[in-house]
């Protein structure tokens, strides 16, 4: 191992043993003073995604939420999956997503959108807190049917159909993994719809 190998392997893991930074401000943009932050969580995920590296994607979305960027639970994501067959990397990015007292990591989400006839609007990469109540909640303008699928890499956690345009699925996540979720109007005219997330 080279000597700037072993400092930036040293720097992931005194970062992913940390407390999870504050998050971002309401804004959502990094102040001034964040950008040093940014930039080396940046060069943190760049590395991670070459080499496939866990602990250095859980340092990279550490980084970047106290930078007050808030994309950091995709990286949160990201160090999920590379973490897949190592039981004591699983568990760092668990702790991480578990310091969320339960929901999203990135806290509640809330959206409007309009979904034309047919049209199916996807949410990916959301992680929801490993051990905690996870709810996803759609409620349309009731012109027409809105069918809601929560989907996990093994196949569907959760899935609302042919219920009219409201809709509600909650689940106990067994770890932190992303799920994808699905809105589809089952109608034959456009609906706006309210998605909400805890």
Known sequence: MTRTTAASAILAAALAFAPLPAAPSAEGRPAAADLGLAALARRLHRAGQAQGDALALLAAARLRRAAGIADWEGLLAEAARAAAGDPA???????????????????????????????????????????????VYIEGDGGTALDLVVEGPEGPVCRRTGEGDIAYCAWRPAVAQPVTVRVTNAGPVANRYLLMTN
């Open 89 to 135: 990397l699983a568990q760092l990015v668990a702790d991480a997503l578990a310091e969320s007292v339960r929901g999203l990591a990135a806290g509640p989400r809330t959206a409007w959108a309009v979904i034309g006839p047919g049209e199916t609007h996807a949410y990916p990469d959301l992680v929801f807190a490993a051990g905690t109540l996870a709810e």
